[in-house]
């Protein structure tokens, strides 16, 4: 059966790295895409996977333009730990040409992976859809992530709930006909992450292609220019308290300065998010949360100039046993958010 290293057979959407001796491509972060076409009815792929978590994968095989097309055959491929595993992506399909989207449903910390070749029973082609031209950028949390998104069959693991493919920052994209990279991580905030720690943020995300624990490879920013950076952080900044306003708001102009040094014409869009609300609790001394958040926001746009704009999230309340939003909410999120990327940028 015909093989061909990953990198000669798959588009990539998604922030991911190339290993120049063997072709691969290693991703972590949610939303990755790859897109594969061949002649054939099977598609299968060697590949790595590391965290002992289940990870998943979703397979959309001839969904014209990645728009939900009722003719497209859907299917979540489960991948466990392990080094140079075979996992069959599709098979017994029509022999035919196909265009097959590999989209990564789950967080990083769940499963780092290494694509390293693709098997067909047929032929590889080269006429597989490119990307669109417009491009997003989405930095955020759990909530970006699409994390607990979706009830799990009875069985499944917990990871079976993440599905990135439609949280609310993939269907803006599909919406407005874009790409979409996910700089995601569960726990993670502005200047600290849920526990307090200030080494593993949403700036530092920011910087790496690969969220490892050491982060030591870097993205090349040049690699993919974005006309829209949309930023949710701030949901973990709260979780041991009001952050200080001085240090949020100073990280986050710094963080936008940062952000504006590599992408100097690029819109800029920051929110408090969708779990974050004002709903007193003895936490928070009944402080209204959500209104001092967005306070702190408006006063990092007017610092950090024309570019950035603050936009207040709606409140979603997610499921009586957790506060992420559903899928229906994030479907709401999107028709929220949409209109004002494409007024933005007269799309």
């Known amino acids: 059966m015909p ?127 490119r990307f669109p031209d417009r491009k997003l950028l989405f930095i955020g949390d759990s909530v970006t992530c699409g994390a607990v998104l979706d009830l799990p069959n009875e069985g499944d693991p917990p990871s079976a709930s993440s599905n990135a493919y439609d949280s609310y920052g993939m269907r803006i994209s599909r919406n407005l006909k874009a790409q979409c990279h996910l700089v995601a991580y569960g726990g993670r905030g502005l200047i600290r992450d849920y526990l307090g720690n200030h080494d593993w943020t949403g700036p530092k995300m920011f910087e790496a292609d690969i969220p490892d624990d050491s982060m030591q490879s870097q993205w090349d920013h040049s690699a993919y220019v974005p006309d829209v950076v949309f930023i949710s952080l701030g949901t973990n900044d709260l979780n041991l308290g009001i952050p200080d306003e001085h240090d949020f708001v100073a990280g986050y102009v710094a963080f936008l300065q940062r952000i504006r040094a590599v992408y100097p014409t690029t819109k800029i869009f920051i929110t408090e998010g969708a779990i974050v609300n004002n709903n007193p609790t003895d936490k928070y001394s009944g402080a209204p949360v959500k209104t001092i958040m967005q306070e702190y926001l408006h006063k990092v746009a007017a610092l950090a100039g024309d570019q950035v704009k603050a936009i207040p999230s709606n409140w979603y309340p997610g499921r009586a046993d957790d506060p992420h939003p559903t899928n229906a909410e994030h479907e709401l999120m999107a028709r929220d958010f949409a209109p004002l990327l494409k007024g933005a940028m007269g799309w």
Request: aromatic fraction near 8%; hydrophobic fraction near 45%; charged fraction near 20%.
């Open 3 to 129: 093989c061909l290293q990953a990198k000669d057979a798959a588009l990539v959407m998604g922030r991911a790295g190339v290993c120049s001796e063997n072709g691969a491509i290693s991703f972590g972060y949610p939303g990755v895409t790859l897109r594969v076409a061949f002649t054939g009815t099977a598609l299968k792929a060697t590949l790595s996977k590391k965290h002992s978590s289940t990870s998943f994968l979703l397979i959309r095989v001839d969904d014209p333009g990645n728009a939900d097309s009722n003719t497209s055959e859907v299917n979540r491929v489960s991948v466990n730990e392990g080094e140079m595993q075979t996992v069959v992506l599709v098979a017994d399909l029509a022999e035919s040409d196909h265009i097959v989207d590999i989209v990564h449903l789950t967080e990083a910390w769940v499963g780092l992976f290494e694509f390293v070749q693709f098997e067909t029973d047929g032929a590889f082609s080269t006429s597989a859809n």
